[in-house]
């Protein structure tokens, strides 16, 4: 199975770039993965979020094939623990699903668009993070998941 995460908005901090490499690497011992992006809508003071969201939105649809399952991280969607997150993509695999995509959006969220055409939707937490951080977080549970999946004592650790 290949796993990719999407991401509105680039990466510009070395030490999270750093943390997401090494992540990767790890997560790559496993299944491939990879991380992608694409660039923010245009902000500025007289910036309509919604316009935003829809431009991105735009760009996002251009990254997700026909057969790819996607998870919007969205702070609506269903809440997992790392047990029952392993779970779900290890049921994942044993479906023989192909390409799964988890996708991040911008500061303003998804756009109407998006939310009508994917409806797996996932949260990482209740609080509030800077994206950066979620992607870092999220690349970590991912590694976790895997760790659990194959019996790997890093979980417990």
């Known amino acids: 199975m290949k796993i990719k995460l999407l991401c509105v908005g680039k990466n510009n901090r ?11 690497n790890r997560i790559n011992f496993y299944t491939s993965f990879g991380i992608e992006y694409v660039s923010e809508g245009k902000s500025g ?15 996002l649809i ?7 399952f996607v998870v919007l991280l969205d702070e609506e969607g269903k ?26 959006g911008g500061a303003y969220g998804f756009s109407d ?16 993070f800077s994206h ?3 992607r870092l977080f999220f690349c970590e549970q991912l590694y976790r998941a895997y760790t659990i999946i194959n019996n790997h004592p890093y979980h417990n650790s």
Not at 14 to 24: A, H
Not at 48 to 54: R, V
Not at 113 to 128: E, G, H, P, V, W
């Open 14 to 24: 070395s030490f999270w770039l750093k943390s997401l490499e090494n992540y990767s």
């Open 45 to 59: 003071k007289k910036s309509i979020p919604g316009l935003i969201k829809k431009e991105e939105g735009k760009k």
């Open 62 to 68: 251009l990254k997700i094939r026909k057969d790819d």
């Open 79 to 104: 809440s997992l623990n790392s047990s029952a997150f392993a779970k779900t993509i290890r049921n994942y695999q044993n479906k023989g699903m192909q390409s799964l995509v988890f996708v991040i």
């Open 113 to 128: 668009q998006i939310y009508a055409k994917f409806s797996n939707r996932m949260r990482l937490s209740d609080m509030t």
């Open 132 to 134: 950066q951080m979620i």
